[in-house]
């Protein structure tokens, strides 16, 4: 079964305190990786795609990396305006359907 | 360039009414895409379109259904609606096979 979990559920970081993010996931063939953003009572706003293991992806403070068995979101010197849900889904290689995490809630404080 | 819009952005429904939800899709974007995300929970798939055809269901009851248009507009219907269909109602709209990008949902409150 394809499964998507996403580590730590919370986490609170000091402004300027860089950290990671985790999602590790099964599938049965990945087709893409993908990081999702999402304010509290907004839709996701999308990140990043990752498509194969070794694959890195970069935007502002945020850095995205894959193997073959799980992603990473690294956030460098974080910003109180990085506080949101961050979200990891999968799509597999056969079929369309995205499977998503929980997410991970991020709190910055100033 | 317009993104995925939705409408109504938020509705007050009771018990065994019915509710259709509504999707435009970015343009150029043929394929549609359905979620339901429960508070403190990641976006559950309900259902894919993909020129008018449904190409992906996910695990929800038949109260659920949903159409796509020439335009490539959707809707989500939902029947006999429960307290437990209080959720916000994602739309997704992508190339084939390809990122999704979504809009900014549509908050269901059921009494």
């Known amino acids: 079964e394809d499964q998507v979990t996403q580590s730590p559920e919370a986490l609170r970081l000091q402004e300027g305190e860089s950290s990671s993010l985790n999602c590790s996931y099964t599938v049965s063939g990945l087709r893409g990786l993908f990081w999702y953003r999402q304010d509290p009572g907004k839709g996701p706003e999308f990140l990043f795609t990752?498509?194969?293991a070794g694959e890195e992806k970069e935007k502002e403070r945020l850095k995205a990396t894959l193997t073959k068995k799980e992603s990473f979101l690294h956030i460098t010197a974080p910003k109180p305006e990085d506080s949101a849900t961050y979200l990891c889904?999968?799509?597999?290689?056969?079929?369309?359907?995205?499977?998503f995490g929980t997410g991970t809630s991020l709190t910055v404080i100033p | 360039d317009a993104g995925v819009t939705q409408s109504p952005t938020h509705l007050i429904k009771t018990r065994g009414q019915h509710v259709t939800l509504r999707c435009s899709p970015i343009s150029g974007h043929k394929s549609v895409s359905w979620y339901q995300q429960v508070l403190g929970q990641g976006p559950q798939f309900i259902f894919q379109?993909?020129?008018?055809?449904?190409?992906g269901r996910g695990n929800f009851p038949d109260r659920f259904s949903a159409r796509q248009f020439p335009n490539y507009s959707s809707e989500l219907n939902v029947n006999a609606l429960l307290l437990g269909d209080s959720a916000l109602y994602l739309c997704?709209?992508?190339?084939?096979?390809?990122?999704?990008?979504f809009g900014p949902g549509t908050r269901l409150l059921v009494l």
């Open positions: 997704a709209s992508s190339f084939p096979g390809e990122t999704q990008y």
């Open positions: 889904a999968v799509q597999a290689a056969t079929g369309n359907q995205f499977y």
């Open positions: 990752l498509y194969s």
């Open positions: 379109y993909y020129e008018k055809e449904e190409r």
